[in-house]
């Protein structure tokens, strides 16, 4: 079964700085990996999908990219605001065997302004 | 609509009696799913409706849990004789198709349903 795992669990960064999130997932036969983002007391909201064949993907302050061969993706966050405040949560989804994603338990981050 | 609606937001409820929870899933979208979200927990997975198939019920918890799609469109989930650990945010997430289906398999999730069995 496909486990992932996200580390640090929290993170807290003064406002302006650069950071990597980091995730892990232990089977490599992934269909695509997807970054989401979770304020409190609401649902996730989508930043990035990663195919299995794409290498990268970017969003204004957001890059996420994917080693498929090492089971990792890091979601780079550049010139960080107190607005990004927020759970991060990566997802994997399998090729075959399985219609779910599989979840991380996240990474809340803190920006201090 | 412009996103997946779930209602109702908040359900307070006494153990023992029975809830549905709704999610309107974004207009077009073929593919839709449940995930239940405990405090302090990742996301566990319950259920996949794809399109017209027989739904993927394989992570539905206990037999109190069904869940049902009309139409291919509105979704129900229906917790029985509800006890105090089915206390959770219950997600629907929709997708123009399943990844299986050869489509990108981006999700969109909703605000959520939170339960509370007192």
């Known amino acids: 079964k496909q486990e992932v795992t996200q580390i640090p669990a929290a993170l807290s960064v003064p406002e302006g700085e650069n950071l990597v999130l980091n995730c892990s997932f232990t089977?490599?036969?992934?269909?695509?990996l997807q970054w989401f983002r979770q304020d409190p007391g609401k649902g996730l909201t989508s930043l990035l999908l990663?195919?299995?064949?794409?290498r990268e993907q970017t969003s204004g302050r957001l890059n996420a990219s994917l080693d498929k061969s090492s089971g990792r993706s890091t979601l780079y966050i550049a010139a960080s605001q107190p607005g990004d405040s927020a759970t991060y949560l990566c997802?994997?989804?399998?090729?075959?065997?399985?219609?779910?994603?599989?979840f991380g338990t996240g990474t809340r981050l803190t920006v201090i302004p | 609509g412009a996103g997946v609606s779930q209602s109702p937001s908040n359900k307070v409820t006494e153990k023992g009696k029975d809830v549905e929870l709704r999610c309107d899933p974004i207009?077009?979208?073929?593919?839709l799913y449940w995930y239940r979200q405990s405090l302090g927990q990742g996301l566990e997975f319950l259920i996949y409706?794809?399109?017209?198939?027989?739904?993927?019920k394989s992570g539905l918890p206990s037999d109190r849990f069904s869940a049902e799609r009309t139409g291919g469109s509105v979704s129900t989930l229906t917790i029985q004789r509800t006890q105090q650990e089915d206390s959770a945010v219950y997600l629907c997430?929709?997708?123009?198709?399943?990844?299986?289906?050869?489509?990108?398999?981006?999700?969109?999730f909703g605000e959520g349903s939170r339960l509370t069995v007192l």
């Open positions: 997430a929709s997708s123009s198709d399943g990844a299986l289906a050869g489509g990108t398999g981006e999700l969109f």
């Open positions: 089977d490599s036969a992934i269909y695509n």
């Open positions: 990663i195919q299995s064949s794409q």
């Open positions: 997802a994997v989804g399998p090729y075959s065997g399985a219609n779910n994603l599989f």
């Open positions: 207009s077009g979208h073929t593919a």
């Open positions: 409706f794809q399109g017209n198939s027989a739904p993927d």
